[in-house]
C-alpha cells in the first residue's frame, strides 16, 4: 500500500475520531441545558449494581412535592460538586430525604432537597466517565492534543500532496 493511501486512512480515522468526539461532546453540554436537565457521570458506587460508577445519568428535574418512596434521584455533592445516585426511602421534615444504596441498606445521613438535580431517565453504563475526564485538565489537554494531531496530520497530507504535485 502507498504511503500517501495508509496517511489518508490515517487521517480518514482520525478526522472521524474528532468529528464523533465533537459532536458527542456538544450534545452533551448543549441538550441538557436547552431541557433543563442533567447529565452527569456517576462518581460513587453506591447503587451498584443497579448503577455502576462511571455511568452516564440524564436525569429530569423533580419538585420536592413530586418525589416519591422508591424515586432514583441524582443528587450532587454539594462540597465537590461530584454526582451521585440513590433511592429514596423516607422523608424527614424540612425537605430533608432519607435515601438507601443499592443493596437497601439506609445511607447514615439525610439529604437535603436542594441537593437533588433530578430524577433519573435512563443511564448509559461506562459513558459517564467522558464528561468527569473531561472536566479534568488532563481531559482537557488531551483534547487539544488530539486537535493538534489533527492538524499537524493534515497539514503533513497536504505538504505531501503538494511535494508529489511538483515531482510530477
Do not use: H
Not at 458527542?24 to 433543563?36: M, N, V
Not at 421534615?93 to 438535580?117: F, I, K, M, W
Not at 493538534?148 to 511535494?163: L, N, T, Y
Request: contains cysteine; glycine residues 8%; hydrophobic residues 45%.
Amino acid at each position: 500500500m502507498p504511503e500517501t493511501s495508509k496517511s489518508r486512512i490515517f487521517n480518514n480515522i482520525l478526522f472521524g475520531l474528532v468529528i464523533f468526539v465533537s459532536v458527542f461532546c456538544i450534545l452533551l453540554s448543549l441538550l441538557p441545558r436547552l431541557t433543563g436537565d442533567t447529565v452527569c457521570g456517576v462518581q460513587a458506587d453506591n447503587m451498584a449494581p443497579e448503577i455502576q460508577k462511571g455511568a452516564l445519568v440524564w436525569a429530569k428535574p423533580i419538585a420536592f412535592e413530586d418525589i416519591r418512596v422508591g424515586d432514583l434521584l441524582v443528587f450532587a455533592d454539594p462540597k465537590t460538586g461530584a454526582c451521585f445516585t440513590s433511592r429514596i426511602a423516607d422523608f424527614y421534615p424540612e425537605q430533608q430525604l432519607v435515601t438507601q444504596n443499592g443493596s437497601g441498606e439506609l445511607d447514615p445521613y439525610t439529604t437535603a432537597y436542594y441537593c437533588v438535580r433530578g430524577k433519573v431517565c435512563f443511564t448509559i453504563p461506562y459513558f459517564g466517565f467522558l464528561p468527569v475526564f473531561l472536566n479534568t485538565v488532563f481531559g482537557k489537554a488531551a483534547v487539544a492534543l488530539l486537535y493538534i494531531i489533527w492538524i499537524a496530520a493534515e497539514i503533513e497530507i497536504r505538504g505531501a500532496a503538494k511535494r508529489r504535485e511538483k515531482r510530477a
